[in-house]
């Protein structure tokens, strides 16, 4: 049972955690870091790296999703972002950037700008296309809003993950005007596995999980001083306790199903690779990075950052953020690097403190134990 703080007469909150008030707590047994493992896999597709990215233009272009690839990652496309709209997207975020440069405000009039022009069919299909034809495994992200009428698209052009993703995102997404999207009946007319989220709670993953999704996102990518989601809608989501209740309903709905294992993603509040540690201790089997692959050579946006909840048209959620370019992306992702912060490296770091705890896969280290600051 989660602690019940009373706040005021007769008003209780739950008690929750953030990454940044745990420990990982060392056992009595270390290992070598050569004799670690961070694969994972998800249905069919197995990855070197618990990594898939955060699905923003800012980080992932067709290329840069190759090369993630390539690097052992998932690179996801955003199908609603400015690839699937505007045929010379290179000069779209080149303008973004420069007015961002200006004034970060100019920059996310300018995202909803470029955001209303229409979903191009061809140029989606090519972005998707240019991914499969490299080799690696091609992923999308589409909303709840829009998943009905984009993902033919994408099936026909031939994506293997389909990632359905909002701020919040439920079993029945209800919208005035417009057919109600029942994620089981959509999951269970598609022959690709999905991913769906972000939940906050027990009972929400547990609910997604029963759609028949393949994988849960806990979370929705908030970073501080990108994501104002806090500030405009006042909702917030704890990482730490919210990957450990989703991770709680796997192991019940794994029960429940018999056998059936659902992967838990953690999207947000990891500002450094030790907090990419404490996701994956909490229970997460991959974490979804955002800003920190902005700060890569290769990244679309040379430095800027933002999420899609940057482009609604009327509420946006993100801002548009500068972050320090640091170095290539294989070097972001596994070194070496001279950066003691925690922001280069990050899956070097995941498997030393793998080693240093004494476990061998990231399985086995969700079972690592944990301590709470003060």
């Known amino acids: 049972m989660r602690d019940q703080v009373e706040i005021g007469a007769g008003r209780t909150a739950t008690r929750a955690y953030e990454f940044y008030d745990l420990d990982i707590v060392p056992s009595r047994r270390t290992r070598s870091s050569r004799d670690v493992s961070t694969a994972w896999q998800i249905d069919a597709y197995r990855f070197?790296?618990?990594?898939?990215?955060?699905?923003?233009?800012?980080?992932?272009?067709?290329?840069?999703a190759i090369r993630i690839g390539r690097l052992g990652g998932l690179g996801v496309l955003n199908a609603e972002g400015i690839w699937a709209r505007h045929a010379?997207?290179?000069?779209?975020?080149?303008?973004?950037?420069?007015?961002?440069?200006?004034?970060?405000?100019?920059?996310?009039?300018?995202?909803?700008?470029?955001h209303a022009a229409p979903i191009q069919e061809n140029l989606l299909t090519e972005a998707v296309r240019t991914v499969r034809e490299a080799g690696v495994t091609v992923a999308a992200r589409v909303s709840p809003q829009h998943a009905a009428e984009v993902t033919p698209m994408l099936l026909a052009a031939g994506v293997e993950l389909l990632v359905v993703q909002g701020t919040i995102v439920?079993?029945?997404?209800?919208?005035?005007?417009?057919?109600?999207?029942?994620?089981?009946?959509?999951?269970?007319?598609?022959?690709?596995?999905?991913?769906?989220?972000?939940?906050?709670?027990?009972?929400?993953?547990?609910?997604?999980?029963?759609?028949?999704?393949?994988?849960?996102?806990v979370g929705y990518g908030e970073l501080t001083g990108v994501t104002t989601t806090g500030d405009v809608l006042g909702i917030g989501i704890p990482m730490a306790t919210a990957v450990a209740e989703a991770a709680a309903a796997r192991r019940?709905?794994?029960?429940?199903?018999?056998?059936?294992?659902?992967?838990?993603?953690?999207?947000?509040?990891?500002d450094s690779s030790g907090d990419i540690a404490k996701a994956i201790a909490c229970g997460a089997d991959a974490v979804m990075l955002g800003a920190q692959l902005a700060a890569a050579d290769e990244a679309p946006a040379s430095g800027w950052y933002w999420t899609p909840s940057a482009a609604h048209p009327s509420m946006p959620r993100s801002g548009v953020c500068r972050t320090d370019r640091l170095a290539p992306l294989e070097q972001l992702l596994y070194g070496p690097t001279t950066d003691p912060s925690g922001d280069s490296n990050l899956f070097g770091a995941l498997r030393r403190a793998m080693a240093k705890t004494g476990y061998s896969d990231l399985k086995e280290f969700q079972k690592v134990g944990l301590a709470v600051r003060g």
Do not use: C, W
């Open 48 to 64: 070197d790296i618990p990594l898939v990215t955060h699905p923003t233009d800012a980080t992932v272009s067709p290329e840069t």
């Open 88 to 114: 010379e997207p290179e000069k779209a975020i080149a303008r973004l950037a420069e007015a961002a440069t200006e004034d970060p405000a100019k920059a996310v009039g300018l995202l909803q700008e470029l």
């Open 252 to 270: 019940d709905y794994l029960d429940e199903t018999g056998g059936r294992y659902v992967h838990v993603l953690a999207d947000g509040s990891m």
């Open 170 to 217: 439920s079993a029945e997404h209800v919208s005035a005007g417009r057919q109600p999207l029942n994620l089981k009946d959509f999951i269970g007319d598609l022959d690709v596995p999905v991913i769906a989220g972000g939940v906050s709670d027990y009972r929400t993953a547990m609910h997604l999980m029963r759609t028949g999704a393949a994988g849960v996102i």
